[in-house]
């Protein structure tokens, strides 16, 4: 009875676990200062100042565009309130755990996986997956350091790419629709770019598309 009870609501119990860990984990750091690089990049950074001047948060770091234009937009809504920058943040980091979440399911779907004994068990792995992304200890100072949103960031990217590249593949395997193939194969790479922008580690991304193959 619990058994299909969970295959039922699979969906929703776990995205209501991920974040509703995810969220008492950081419940803690809403109130945690500006430290560090923080101080360069965010307190005393004229180019984040201003929203609407792009070329201002462009010229600051071109490699991180995407990471400075969400700074900025946390400072055109609270300006030094750090409130709204942790919770930027740990909304990242919540997303980025459903990936994570999503990129197992996708990956136990593949022809490789399929035939696997281990498979008839992906919905209790890629829910153990998505739980251990979302509290594991590593994601701490991405999540509670501010600036490090850069990391956090470029992973929600980075797993979105990935995501929708193997769901580009497996509608290609199943023979869908040409329009959805391709939909989700450049809306990858759109998203893979931004990943490229958020910093530096995502050029990486294409490499571990291969060896996913």
């Known amino acids: 009875m619990i058994t299909n009870f969970f295959n039922r609501n699979y969906k929703l119990i776990t995205l209501s676990a991920i974040l509703i860990l995810g969220t008492l984990i950081y419940s803690n750091a809403f109130d945690c200062s500006f430290h560090f690089d923080d101080g360069n990049s ?8 201003n929203i609407l001047n792009l070329p201002a948060i462009w010229n600051f770091a071109p490699p991180r565009f995407i990471t400075y234009f969400s700074i900025a937009l946390n400072y055109h809504f609270g300006q030094l309130n750090v409130l709204g920058y942790h919770i930027f943040n740990l909304i990242v980091h919540l997303i980025s755990a459903s990936l994570a979440w999503c990129l197992m399911l996708l990956t ?5 996986m399929q035939a696997q004994k281990i498979a008839k068990h992906a919905k209790l792995l890629a829910l153990f997956a998505g739980l251990a992304f979302v509290a594991h200890p590593i994601q701490t100072q991405g999540v509670t350091y501010i600036i ?8 929600l990217f980075y797993l979105g ?10 509608l290609q395997q199943q023979g869908r629709s040409l329009t959805s ?3 989700c194969y450049w809306s990858a790479l759109i998203v893979a770019v931004m990943a490229m922008f958020t910093k ?3 050029v990486t991304l294409p490499v571990a598309m291969i060896l996913y193959e």
């Not at 965010?42 to 100042?49: L, R, T």
């Not at 949103?149 to 470029?154: D, F, K």
């Not at 790419?161 to 497996?170: A, E, F, I």
């Open 42 to 49: 965010i307190v005393g950074n004229s180019a984040i100042k």
């Open 108 to 112: 136990f779907s593949t022809p490789a």
């Open 148 to 155: 490090q949103r850069a990391a956090s960031l470029a992973t």
């Open 161 to 170: 790419s990935l995501c929708l590249y193997v769901k580009s593949r497996l």
């Open 181 to 183: 193939q391709k939909l």
């Open 200 to 202: 530096e580690t995502a």
